[in-house]
């Protein structure tokens, strides 16, 4: 057992020092994506562009929402000069538009949330090919993510280069 963790340990030392020859000539870059995502300019008008394709729906959600607590209010107020029909009346057509509303917010979410995918999709898209123009500009034989890996030097860093490449 001993001979074999010795010559296991030995196998990986002399694979690890045929690497490192290897590595020596490796050009490795590092992207932090997140700050990527955070400073393109794209973003902004994004996030714009979204906010007024989803505004008449925003205010038809806060409409709904107003209405159904001036109903709320209305209904506390007046219950006691109230009979039964009049309540049960109220209490159907206050659970309608609650039921209204929450389909209404649930379809707008699901939508958003789609929409913004496919945005940061086509944007992904550009910082993709900004990253690759970069890594053979370069000659960079590996890019990573800054999160692939436990540790990275500043000087492996090329998120502002692929901010720049993928603004343009």
Do not use: C, H, W
């Not at 506390?76 to 159907?92: A, C, G, L, T």
């Not at 649930?106 to 939508?111: L, N, P, R, Y």
């Not at 890019?143 to 502002?160: Q, R, W």
Request: net charge positive; hydrophobic share 35%; aromatic share 4%.
């Amino acid at each position: 057992m001993n001979k074999v963790l010795k010559t296991a340990g030995l196998t990986l030392a002399l694979m690890t020092l045929g690497m490192g020859s290897a590595m020596a000539d490796t050009k490795i870059g590092v992207v932090d994506m997140e700050q990527v995502f955070q400073r393109l300019p794209q973003r902004e008008q994004v996030t714009a562009q979204l906010k007024r394709e989803f505004e008449p729906r925003v205010r038809e959600l806060q409409k709904l929402e107003e209405e159904g607590q001036k109903l709320v209010e209305k209904f506390r107020k007046d219950e006691s000069f109230m009979s039964k029909d009049q309540k049960k009346q109220n209490q159907e057509k206050l659970a309608k538009l609650q039921m209204e509303f929450n389909q209404k917010r649930q379809a707008f979410e699901q939508d958003n949330a789609r929409r913004q995918g496919e945005e940061r999709s086509k944007i992904l898209k550009d910082v993709k090919v900004a990253i690759d123009q970069i890594a053979r500009d370069g000659g960079y034989d590996l890019i990573l993510e800054n999160n692939a890996a436990p540790f990275s030097s500043s000087k492996l860093d090329i998120t502002t280069q692929v901010i720049s490449k993928a603004s343009k």
